[in-house]
């Protein structure tokens, strides 16, 4: 199941990577995340924010001097926890392979304090789900999700905020509870 949903998934992003433009640069990204679940069957007495990381890497495609392609390969840690009993909380992580491909607006493209914006879809696979207590087997094997972010290059680093919203439901219990993911991020980056 997950070759099917996998391959087809780097096939477009080669593509696109392909069709995009120039080749600008390659880089790494390391960062912090907190996310939270969101949905309308939030189980136990309520959900808080779980610390994670993001770490990867970035190719960067110019189309313009303003516009460019950003593929990112990220493995990063997402989740929540839950308070179950009084103030008992139990804590979700959920590891996945993520493909962010991001169309990027950079202002000021011309000096050396370049802020830009970006916006796209971001494609993931579940590595490993798991909590206090167990190794998580009714969590989906692939999610799906819109980045919305800013950032700041100075010279060959890089300050991006950014915002990952989940689309896709991950529980896959017989229950049918409604869970996404909710992450904010914040990563620093190096072009080489």
Not at 149 to 174: C, H, M, P, Y
Request: aromatic share 16%.
């Amino acid at each position: 199941m997950r070759k099917t949903i996998i391959f087809p998934i780097l096939f477009l992003l080669f593509t696109l990577n392909i069709m995009a433009g120039e080749f600008t640069g390659i880089g790494i990204k390391l960062g912090y995340n907190s996310s939270i679940f969101t949905g309308n069957d939030i189980p136990g007495k309520g959900v808080h924010s779980q610390a994670g990381f993001a770490l990867g890497g970035f190719v960067c495609y110019k189309i313009s001097n303003r516009f460019s392609l950003q593929q990112e390969a990220f493995i990063t840690v997402k989740g929540a926890k839950i308070n179950t009993v009084g103030d008992v909380y139990l804590s979700n992580m959920f590891m996945y392979f993520e493909l962010p491909l991001l169309a990027k607006m950079t202002f000021r493209s011309e000096h050396r304090l370049k802020p830009y914006i970006f916006l796209g879809p971001a494609f993931g696979i579940t590595i490993l789900a798991f909590n206090n207590v167990a190794v998580l087997e009714d969590i989906r094997s692939s999610d799906f999700g819109v980045v919305l972010g800013t950032g700041i290059e100075v010279w060959k680093f890089s300050f991006d905020i950014r915002f990952n919203k989940g689309l896709l439901n991950f529980d896959q219990s017989a229950d049918d509870i409604d869970l996404k993911n909710r992450t904010f991020s914040i990563l620093m980056g190096f072009a080489f």
